[in-house]
């Protein structure tokens, strides 16, 4: 299993970024998939998530109204739009698989598989 994160860079506050996180060796159409992300000095945090088996969506607070993750099941991937990006959405985010029941649940050990992470640093 493999997952590719992509998409991430530095942008001013206000802008907008879209992750994806493409898969091999998974279908992640079976499977509930999440944006995590990480600050320095921070723990892992969940940011969102998506159960690919029923379609729903996951955020936490801080994302609310700003964030939104969506499947392509077409091309193995998810993504996360961001939208009104602060400065406080900085750090380096990671997509990861679970098993469905997993889904809206967002402890770290929850998840099977982990990509590599990408960037986004959100600075004026």
């Known amino acids: 299993v493999q997952l590719v994160e992509s998409g991430g860079g530095l942008v001013q506050p206000g802008s907008s970024l879209r992750l994806s996180c493409k898969a091999s060796g998974i279908t992640l159409g079976y499977f509930a998939v999440a944006w995590f992300r990480q600050a320095p000095g921070n723990k892992r945090e969940g940011v969102s998530c998506?159960?690919?088996?029923?379609?729903?969506?996951y955020y936490v607070e801080a994302v609310k109204g700003r964030f939104t993750i969506s499947s392509d099941n077409a091309k193995n991937t998810v993504y996360l739009q961001m939208d009104s990006l602060k400065p406080e959405d900085t750090a380096v985010y990671y997509c990861a698989v679970g098993m469905p029941r997993v889904a809206g649940h967002f402890g770290p050990n929850l998840y099977d598989h982990w990509g590599q992470g990408t960037q986004v640093t959100v600075s004026s």
């Open positions: 998506i159960d690919n088996s029923d379609g729903n969506t």
